[in-house]
């Protein structure tokens, strides 16, 4: 407004039309949304759980191709794919797929891990998705750090999912359960649509 205040005072006092060249406009838009998807890669990570995984890497990948992250974890947290690194979604996806579970379950270290990747982001929405039993086997204040995120929705097998659930409850986010690789799209929709 302040850089055609000029022309607005110069049209109205020769009581003509403004000359829209004359005229300053700023465009604002709202920013995206960045996901940072943690996949539990402790105990048994074959199969189902394994293949479960790689769906949901894909659709991450697709609801926000230039501003996601995909973490696993265990004992550590390691990156498939960093918030500020551009990798090919076949990339990710082989990475997941590679994954193999073993040890323990830091799950407050992985929270923590992703409000460090989210916070590389410029995004208006920043948003975790914890794909996890939430089993944690690690010491550490999961609900504190999970109440540190932004957003938090939380994807649990549905065969076991009773923790996911009490943590959700605990820490008031949404959660939903997965029945296998088929599901994995659907239950991201459910938790971040819903």
Do not use: H
Not at 101 to 111: E, I, Q
Not at 159 to 165: R, V
Not at 174 to 183: A, C, K
């Amino acid at each position: 407004m302040d850089a055609s205040l000029d022309a607005l005072v110069a049209a109205r006092s020769e009581r003509s039309a403004v000359d829209v060249d004359d005229l300053r406009v700023r465009g604002w838009s709202t920013p995206g949304t960045a996901i940072c998807l943690l996949v539990d890669r402790s105990g048994s990570m074959t199969g189902r759980p394994l293949a479960t995984a790689a769906v949901a890497a894909a659709s991450v990948a697709w609801r926000s191709p230039d501003d996601y992250s995909v973490l696993s974890f265990g004992k550590d947290v390691i990156a498939v794919k960093s918030q500020d690194l551009a990798k090919s979604n076949e990339r990710v996806i082989d990475g997941v797929l590679a994954l193999r579970g073993f040890g323990t379950t830091d799950v407050a270290g992985a929270l923590i891990a992703a409000a460090d990747q989210l916070a590389r982001s410029r995004a208006g929405r920043k948003i975790t998705v914890l794909l996890s039993d939430c089993r944690a086997t690690a010491p550490g204040d999961v609900v504190g750090a999970a109440r540190r995120l932004d957003e938090l929705v939380i994807i649990a097998p549905a065969s076991d999912s009773e923790e996911a659930e009490e943590l959700a409850e605990l820490v008031g986010c949404r959660s939903t359960t997965v029945s296998g690789p088929s599901d994995a799209a659907a239950a991201l929709s459910r938790v971040l649509d819903g």
